[in-house]
């Protein structure tokens, strides 16, 4: 069994697949999903089936990560960040019948390594976020963003690059506005 912190108030399914050294916080709720080492999940989180969350990752309290959303090693995704995975969700089919899995198309959702997402962001299914890349708080992502770009807004636009590693990090210009 992996060293993992569980809360007893934690429900956590026998399907679920936790790495070594995760920590997660009261009143999570996981099922079918799988969680990489040394990854924090903050309280209300809730990781669906068939969603994959990579290792040393932090998802803050309140996050949705629906099925079909894979998350990569080193993301940061802040608190309350909801994932969407079908572009026409319905409760029941044209005759009335209450919808199952046959009924609905699942959109997969990939975020790539050291990505960052701030709080109350709304990403949508069938979206790539690129390595690097932050979007900002409060956004509703609709499309691909790029590597190493910093998005914002509703929908979310590009506002600006990052530099691609430490070394290409400028220094504040002294007449920058603090």
Known sequence: MPDVRRPPNAAVSEDV???????????VNLYGCEIGDDTRLGAFVEVQRDARIGRR?????????????????EVFVGHGVVFINDRHPRATTDQGAMQTERDWKLEPTVIRRRASIGSGAIVMCGVEVGEGAMIGAGALVTRDVPSFTV????????????????????????????
């Open 57 to 73: 990752c932090k998802i803050s309290s309140h996050s949705f990560i629906c099925s079909g959303v894979v998350i990569e090693d």
């Open 17 to 27: 697949r936790l790495g070594e050294r995760v920590r997660l916080s009261s009143f």
């Open 151 to 178: 998005v914002a807004g509703s929908p979310a636009r590009i506002l600006r690059t990052l530099p691609q590693n430490e070394s290409e990090k400028a220094t504040p210009d002294e007449n920058q506005v603090r």
